[in-house]
């Protein structure tokens, strides 16, 4: 989904730029602060898929540009990773200050150690994520070659390739990041903790998590992200890592009350679709879905086509509707399972078959039924498939209202 373009200014009056992610009901039940890796920015397509998925959950997330990266204006060579973290508490500030105080940090790489030490700082954080994060700040300077190294030893700053991209790294910023042990700080953040790192990470590898791990208080968790790489490169790893994140966070941070209210009014189904291409949200007063279409026609394939969720409806209508008259006859209905096909077919008799408007939808169900029951109890089960509200509403006359909202 498309975010919400905004810029704030850090405490150095330098502008940053900012994406906020929002649920579809606009009604987050808290909001998170994404910090994106060294060297990355916001527009990383790890940081997006992550920030999609948590707020597909319901969680706002604020991704930025850290200063003189992406969009945000001043120097990379001027910035070091004590202005990140101060770049990160200066974005927690404007949530605070415009929308409503952030709940939970989540750091990329670098962006990890990052999100620790800023976390220690802010008292209403409740709990923290890091994924691929280094034990040691420091660590970054396994980028850099020997002679770059000793370029920025000898000269105050040279120019480093990173990715393919050129940056100037200055003197400061490597001597701050020596001075930034991360041990003292985690055995004092009174936080939930959960460390995700992939055991095939060949730029910080997993000891790394292992030492986060060992110097952290419980509450702390990790999850191993096997088979991934440190950039989370393909889209269904940071997709996951979005929805373990989101199911975590449920058992560890504290809703307000009026966060966990709907602004969905009765049986009312909100749907949005604002990328580019096909996947689409749908939030019912309880509940959040994806929509979407196969690759071969354009799609992502991130969710079920509209088609699949009709089959869906009328399936699982179907299993309700068995399962209800069986309870309440006491039969042995064990377990019910639909499967079902939709196509188009020609009308029977039809003046012209080729014609598209001869053509008809045909659902084809199937059920199968497990249990100890007779012939005519299956047989009264198959009669009372036609029953289910569902099969009623596609068989009667429907009236579709469309109206534009103002």
Known sequence: MNPKKLTFTNRKDIELAAHLYLPLDQSPKFFAIFAHCFTCSQNFSAVRRISTSLSQKGIAVLSFDFTGLGRSEGEFEDSDFSSNISDLLDAYDFLEKEYETPKMLVGHSLGGAAVLYAGFELDEIQAIVTIGAPAFPGHVKKLFKEE????????????????????????????????KPLESTLKNIKKSLLFIHSPQDEIVDINNAAELYQAARHPKSFISLDGSDHMLTKAEDSEYVGEVIASWSKRYITLDDENQLNDTEGNQVKVRLSGPKYTTEIKTPHHHLIADEPLEVGGENLGPNPYDFLMASLGSCTAMTLRMYADRKKWPLKEVSVFL?????????????????????????????????????RHRLLEISHRCPVHRTLEEEIVIQTLLKK
């Not at 020609?346 to 659902?363: G, M, Q």
């Open 341 to 377: 096909n939709h196509d188009k077919v020609h009308l029977k008799d039809s003046i012209n078959p080729t014609d598209k408007k001869s053509k008809v939808s045909r659902f084809t169900r199937l059920i199968e039924l497990e249990g100890d029951l007779d012939e005519d109890q």
């Open 148 to 179: 770059s190294i000793s370029e920025i030893e000898k000269k105050g700053s040279a120019e480093v390739v990173i990715g393919g991209r050129p940056f100037r790294v200055s003197k400061e910023f490597l001597d701050d990041l020596n001075q």
